[in-house]
């Protein structure tokens, strides 16, 4: 069983042993794991495999139509229809219960919106049972756009299942070769993307991996994410350059339309496409009497390999093709990769926080953060601080409650977030006051 995914196998399990045929959606980021997840659910059992491409239905049915005959030696016809096809599969089943498996199925919905209906009829007519899994990676398609794209057709699935990136300490046990001292610098990078994970060394420092695979033109990570982007989306220029605003501090709509020109409406959309695309998010604070000191209305990347390229390659294009792998790394990445890398140690601290509390998010504020604030299902709010690469001392524990006042939040208990250690007179005040002092990387 995959190591981080035994609710999800469950999931998929119930929904095969259970009777009748049934549709059912998976989705999640590229890279996350999706189709080694759904190889391994299939190991053993009767199952056919389909990626879709970006291309019109009549040619999508013809490269499916002649995937299957060339791979089940059946006759088809050119262009043959969805039923035709499905009765060729289920038919190598030989009675039993099969999976078939359609990867990037929106490309089929997007260019016949009747698709799943379709599917739906094939399986009414068949008199074998099967499991249609339809995975993709629009997600925010799926969960913003897909029902009214499909209408009334929505009935006919059974239901849906995200595949979410894995957290730091999962991705930690799926990849134990890794040098310990690299994983959450690699983390920061890759993160809980497996797919992108494979294309590190394990034994490599994390700079030599960058120099290698990320600024290396000759490598497959180089060049991937223009590649991606050309395909998904129609204007890749446009979203780039709000990609690029983004990744440099332009994170609400108006400084966006600043720096860009583009109009307010037109930068929503390309947000609101992005944000389907799992790559940007809108950031809210914690809601507070503090509403006044809050910062509202931004946006930022959320895609740990889209800000590395955008931070750090993207702006710097005309050095990469002129420097060694080490005169750029030593010019455009070296000093600034431990400020990147503390970000990351942020979102490790909040999945920490995740395993003891309800409710997990933040506070962003005019003069300052609060990188977590924690509730439990009894309300209790626990504020955090979360500090990589320095030790923490009593200064640092007065601008967290200098925050919680100007959010007008008040915290049952306080945590502090080091891996450099603590100061004496922090260590002092925790042995008095509601106050945590943790450590979890090391």
């Known amino acids: 069983m995959i190591t981080g995914r035994e609710s999800e196998l469950n999931f998929l399990e119930t929904n095969f042993k259970g009777s009748g045929s049934k549709m059912i959606i998976t ?93 739906n009829n094939a399986i009414k007519s068949s008199p074998s049972e099967v499991l249609i899994v339809l995975c993709t990676s629009a997600s925010g398609w799926v969960e913003n756009s897909m029902v009214k794209k499909i209408g009334a057709d929505a009935l006919n699935i059974s239901s849906l299942l995200k595949i979410r990136e894995y957290k730091f300490k999962d991705i930690c046990n799926i990849f134990p070769d890794f040098n310990k001292n690299t994983l959450l610098g690699t983390y920061a990078i890759l993160g809980g993307f497996p797919g992108l994970w494979k294309s590190f060394s394990p034994e490599a420092s994390l700079e030599d991996n960058i120099k290698d695979y990320l600024i290396n033109r000759e490598s497959r990570l180089y060049d991937q994410l223009s590649v991606y982007m050309s395909e998904e989306l129609r204007e890749p220029a446009v979203y780039c350059t709000i990609l690029s605003c983004l990744s440099k501090g332009s994170t609400k709509l108006n400084n ?25 998010e809108k950031v809210y604070s914690y809601e507070s009497e503090g509403y006044a000191d809050a910062q509202k209305g931004m946006y930022r990347i959320i895609n740990p390999y889209i800000l590395f390229y955008f931070r750090f390659i993207y702006p710097n294009k005309t050095f990469i093709e002129e420097a060694s792998s080490n005169e750029f790394y030593d010019a455009h990445i070296k000093d ?15 999945e920490h926080v995740q395993t003891e509390y309800s409710y997990v998010g933040e506070w962003l504020g005019k003069n300052g953060n609060l990188d ?16 990589l690469n320095r030790t923490v001392n009593y200064e640092d524990l007065e601008w967290l409650k200098f925050c919680a006042s100007k959010a007008k ?15 004496p007179d ?10 945590e002092l943790l450590s979890i990387i090391n």
């Open 256 to 280: 966006i339309y600043k720096h860009t020109g583009f109009s307010r409406a037109k930068i929503s959309v390309y947000l609101k496409n992005l944000m389907e695309l799992d790559m940007v």
């Open 372 to 387: 977590i604030v924690a509730k439990n299902n009894d309300k209790d709010i626990c504020l955090c601080d979360c500090t």
């Open 409 to 423: 939040i008040k915290a049952k208990k306080y945590r502090l977030y080091s891996e450099k250690g603590f100061e």
């Open 426 to 435: 922090v260590v002092k005040a925790a042995e008095s006051e509601n106050l």
């Open 27 to 119: 989705y999640g980021s590229k890279g996350v794991g999706k189709t080694t997840l759904l190889r391994d659910f299939s190991k053993q059992k009767p199952s056919y495999y389909y990626a879709a491409r970006c291309c019109s239905d009549r040619e999508q049915k013809y490269f499916f139509g002649q995937e299957v005959q060339k791979s089940l030696g059946i006759t088809l016809k050119p262009f043959p229809e969805t039923e035709e096809i499905l009765k060729g599969i289920l038919d190598s089943f030989k009675g039993k219960k099969g999976i078939l498996v359609i990867d990037e199925f929106h490309y089929f919905v997007k260019s016949n919106a009747g698709f799943i209906g379709e599917l």
């Open 336 to 350: 600034a990769l431990e400020g990147f890398i503390e970000e990351a140690y942020r979102k490790v601290c909040r």
